[in-house]
């Protein structure tokens, strides 16, 4: 069983910035995949950004190209998702998730089905 916590969300005005953080239980972290998406008010669930479980390969999708980076810390069990120049777009709950099954190093996982552990999610709230 994984467990994801994530933090960091908050208020910020348009253009500014905000680190959120996905911390994940279990030993094998530094082999999931990992992912984040983000879910407006009305709206699915959609893909943000996606790792691998090497850290080498990253995707974003084209809204936050630029503006969000994911990136992780297999030491530390953590994935975390920088993002820049906030639009009030934005807004959302966002979630991490972990592909537990086993993948390529080189692997980013975008379909939302195929990942297996979902955190709590943390909302982010950007004002004009």
């Known amino acids: 069983q994984v467990q994801l916590v994530e933090s960091g969300g908050g208020l910020v005005q348009a253009g500014g910035s905000l680190r959120l953080s996905c911390a994940a239980s279990?030993?094998?972290?530094?082999?999931?995949?990992m992912g984040w998406f983000r879910q407006a008010p009305g709206k699915e669930r959609e893909f943000v950004a996606a790792?691998?479980?090497?850290?080498?390969?990253?995707y974003h999708t084209n809204s936050v190209k630029g503006r969000f980076t994911i990136s992780r810390d297999n030491a530390k069990n953590t994935v975390y998702l920088q993002m820049n120049s906030l639009k009030p777009e934005d807004t959302a709950i966002y979630y991490c998730?972990?592909?537990?099954?086993?993948?390529?190093?080189?692997?980013?996982?975008?379909?939302?089905?195929?990942?297996?552990?979902w955190g709590q999610g943390t909302q982010v709230t950007v004002s004009s």
């Open positions: 998730a972990a592909d537990a099954k086993p993948l390529q190093s080189t692997t980013v996982v975008i379909n939302i089905k195929e990942y297996d552990y």
């Open positions: 279990g030993r094998t972290f530094s082999r999931y995949a």
């Open positions: 790792i691998s479980w090497s850290g080498g390969i990253s």
